[in-house]
């Protein structure tokens, strides 16, 4: 059996189902067209801890596939190839990854991969020369400034492990250009990164943020940016006198 094969032999139509409406996949919604055969993310897991070794043009051919477990696994299989890749490995995986963005198309795909391999690699190659890099801004700048609600969250999420390591211009400067964005899947993101921030480096350093645009910045990013903070510190930025 071969990994389509594998995948297809552990779906669930019931879960298929729910996932469906989960991931709005209705006409008009950000999912729109997505197809889902019902297979739990620990299952996919195993699945491609199965298949680690995936050549890469195999990798990409079932990236490109319209079924979202197919393409979610495939990102799963990049993430553990990553890991444990040499330098020139890690940046063929990471050229391809940007380079098939298209099909990284859905908020846990990139959830699951953007902050383990592009924030990573740019991490390892480029922004410890200085920070932030000319080299890694332009690769954030460029997709938070596209048209595409995925390549857009792929920006802010490559900052997550700039985070990790007390870096936390980057995820500032991708926040502010992204801090007026329509679609509820940036705000969120954007917010928990900032969240993010906090917890890691520490809420008031995330607060210089904050005191600066919490007052224009979409309710849903602001709650999700402030979600760990004291109740009545909540309450303040809620009611807009922090």
Known sequence: MGIRQDLKAIASPERAKTNQHYFKTGPGEYGEGDIFIGVTVPNQRKVAKKYYNLPLPEVENLLQSKIHEERLTAVIILVEQFKKANTQT???????????????????????SAPYIVSVYLWENTAQKSSPS???????TKLAKS????????????????????????????????????????????????????????????????????????????????????????????????
Not at 91 to 102: D, G, H, Q, S, V
């Open 147 to 242: 048209s595409s609600i995925w390549e857009r969250r792929i920006a802010i999420m490559s900052t997550f492990y700039f985070i990790k390591m007390g870096d936390i211009n980057e995820t500032f400067i991708i926040a502010e250009m992204l801090l007026h964005d329509q679609h509820d899947l940036i705000q969120k993101a954007v917010g928990w990164m900032l969240r993010e921030v906090g917890n890691s480096v520490g809420i008031e350093i995330e607060e210089t943020f904050l005191k600066k645009h919490y007052q224009t910045m979409p309710r849903t990013m602001l709650r999700y940016a402030i979600e760990k903070f004291p109740a009545e510190r909540r309450k303040a930025y809620l009611q807009g006198h922090a």
């Open 90 to 112: 890690q940046k063929e995986i990471y050229n391809f990854y940007l380079a098939n963005t298209r099909y990284i198309n859905n908020w846990d795909i990139i959830d699951s």
């Open 134 to 140: 000319k080299e890694t801004m332009s690769v954030l």
